[in-house]
């Protein structure tokens, strides 16, 4: 059993301080600057950017190659507005546009862009998941 | 700017049922069954199973091979037999192992397994960062 929490994102990088230029580009602020890592607090829980090399030794396979896209991070706004803005956002940042936001099947609205070194982010508006006030989300009940 | 979030968490998965049966045995309960896509409270969070290829074509390159392991999820505990429960709990709902829980150079204990799809969480213990009542992690001032 394990509780149903992440409490730590890790997003293994190429170049250190090019990616912490993009996500400081993006409005992010970091915590205090450490070796060969960097931090971002968010709601509950942790952003960090690491070594790509350095990622895959810790992860006991040194020298593997690891891959982006399979696992991706949204960011919910409440209007389609909000969306644009995040995402046009990262587009002066340096962001690669994967899909501009557009209307979606599920009613909602939503676009792709990937960081410098591939990450995937989501920038989405769900018109039936009402964020909360700090901006977490809590699945309305029934859901 | 974009704010210092992330509210949904999505992996991309080859067989939702087989992906759903795993994350299950680990503990985890999911919201109403949804066709074609599982849903996970967490907190202020929300953790998604999403098939791979309608993964890469709601990015927008429908056909793109995804990739895994440059990004990676952790879940801390506060004591390090937490943490090898985690990790023990995890093969034995069929994770690999890529690295046994261990005493690491920055203090900590730290373990990384890799779930069906190749997707990798790490279980660690910080010993300089305590956890929240709820689970969640704020970082402690000055960090």
Known sequence: MTPQRVTLITLGVRDLPRSRAFYEAMGWRPTRPQDGVVFYQMHGAVLALFGLSDLAEDQGRAGAALGTGAMTLAQN????????AAYEAAL?????????????????????????????WEVAMNPFWPLSADG????PEGE
């Open 77 to 84: 706004f409440t209007t389609e507005a909000d969306v644009d």
């Open 92 to 120: 002066r940042a340096g962001a690669s546009g994967l899909k501009a936001p557009r209307k979606v099947f599920w009613g909602g609205y939503s676009g792709y862009y990937a960081d410098p070194d591939g990450h995937v």
């Open 136 to 139: 977490s989300l809590t699945l």
